[in-house]
């Protein structure tokens, strides 16, 4: 299934993209796409049952452009509500390690963003206050379906993923790298984690290691990577992170990001600055869209 959300910001409402490409509302059926949700493998058969049978409202018709505002007047929102936590995995890509210089990590590096970095696929990105070097990285995101805690391997992890979506990890790299301290200060400002536009269930996507993920800044291909070049795949991630820190439904782990990010490009790099427009997909995954703006 395509799960997501649509409406003003905050008070979003839950929907379905069926397999003909209709936007259906899920509001009668569900309050809303979470952890409870994903939790709960009754009510998402529920779900599943509803779109077979066809009987749905419809909120978008197929054909019609499921964007910032579509056909129907509808914002897409996050296609996931209240968040737990976001876990963040650093130099995942054997490529992204290369082009920053950096030794591929013995174990993964982990961060964190806050939940209140997530913003829509086609909202505004705002490039923070005294910024030069705010950057792309168009990754993979992890959806938790199922309490984890001290799994035992990777196959096992892959059984506790509710879903998959498109992560945009916006990084200030001055803030990140220069100004001291851990990364965090780099990855958690206004808007630097856009999400969506969906939430596709794991029968959807047999393989998270066979996904083709691009990033375009003003129409220009900048990354063209595969989830086949993670240094630790899917499983694996879950798996570790589980090791640490307990992880329940609705927590969100992004797994890292390819080459072709503006750090590891030549001097002048090519930053993003106001004005900008920055286009992101993961196959199968869907497609995001963000003007930037100054904050």
């Not at 174990?107 to 705010?134: C, M």
């Not at 086949?228 to 798996?239: D, K, L, M, S, T």
């Not at 790099?269 to 199968?284: C, F, H, N, Q, S």
Request: hydrophobic share 40%.
């Amino acid at each position: 299934m395509k799960l997501l959300r649509v409406g003003t910001a905050g008070s979003e409402r839950p929907a379905l993209l069926d397999a003909e490409g209709t936007l259906r509302d899920l509001s009668g059926l569900v309050d809303d796409i979470d952890g409870a949700l994903l939790a709960d493998p009754a009510a998402l058969d529920r779900v599943r049952a509803a779109a077979a049978a066809g009987g749905l409202p419809v909120l978008a018709a197929a054909g019609a452009e499921v964007s910032a505002t579509d056909a129907a007047g509808l914002r897409v929102g996050p296609p996931l509500a209240r968040i737990g936590k976001i876990v963040c995995i650093g130099l995942n890509y054997h490529d992204h390690a290369r082009e920053t210089g950096a030794e591929p990590p013995a174990e993964p590096v982990i961060f964190f963003k806050a939940p209140d970095t997530v913003v829509g696929p086609y909202d505004t990105v705002l490039v923070p206050r005294g910024s030069t070097k705010t950057d792309w990285e168009v990754e993979l995101a992890v959806v938790i379906g199922r309490t984890a805690r001290y799994l035992g391997s990777a196959r096992e992890a892959l059984g506790h993923v509710a879903g998959y979506t498109v992560a945009h990890d916006v990084s200030e790299r001055e803030f990140q790298i220069e100004r001291g301290g851990t990364w965090d200060k780099g990855k958690n400002c206004e808007t630097f984690n856009p999400l969506g536009p969906w939430l596709v269930t794991a029968d959807e996507v047999p393989d998270p290691q066979a996904l083709p993920l691009r990033l375009w800044v003003n129409g220009e291909l900048k990354q063209d990577g595969n989830t086949a070049e993670q240094i630790f795949p899917v499983g694996e991630v879950v798996r570790y992170v589980s090791q640490f820190m307990t992880l329940y439904p609705g927590d969100v782990i992004n797994t890292g990001t390819p080459a072709g990010v503006a750090m590891g490009h030549p001097e002048p790099k090519p930053y993003l600055r106001a004005g900008d427009v920055v286009e992101l997909e993961i196959e199968g995954l869907g497609r995001q869209r963000q003007l930037l703006k100054d904050a």
